[in-house]
Nanobody
Framework: QVQLVESGGGAVQDGDSLRLSCAASGRTFSNYFVGWFRQAPGKEREFVASQHWSGTNTFYADSVKGRFTISRDNAKNTVYLQMNSLKPEDSAVYYC???????????WGQGTQVTVSS
């Protein structure tokens, strides 16, 4: 069974950086896409970034392009989201999720809170 565990959230100031981690287990992920999503209070969950486990097919939401970077460490089965130049509007619960090629995101972590103060 696929298990995803996020960590690295916290409370930071406007302009600071954070790196989120998503530790994946329970499966060989070579054919998986991993994505980061976020949900702010009162808003719907939105896509942030995704990447195939091979490191190809990388996509970002326009709102984070140039500030966030998704990467992974295959040896550690861990996906990262490096977030730079954080803004208050980036405050949300961040989730990592996984799907197979052609499938929908059906494996989710529990989320990690990111709060950015001005």
């Amino acid at each position: 069974q696929v298990q995803l565990v996020e960590s690295g959230g916290g409370a930071v100031q406007d302009g600071d950086s954070l790196r989120l981690s998503c530790a994946a287990s329970g499966r060989t992920f070579s054919n998986y896409f991993v994505g980061w999503f976020r949900q702010a209070p009162g808003k719907e969950r939105e896509f942030v970034a995704s990447q195939h486990w091979s490191g190809t097919n990388t996509f970002y939401a326009d709102s984070v392009k140039g500030r966030f970077t998704i990467s992974r460490d295959n040896a550690k089965n861990t996906v990262y989201l490096q977030m730079n130049s954080l803004k208050p509007e980036d405050s949300a619960v961040y989730y990592c999720a996984a799907r197979t090629s052609g499938g929908s995101y059906n494996h989710w972590g529990q989320g990690t809170q990111v709060t950015v103060s001005s």
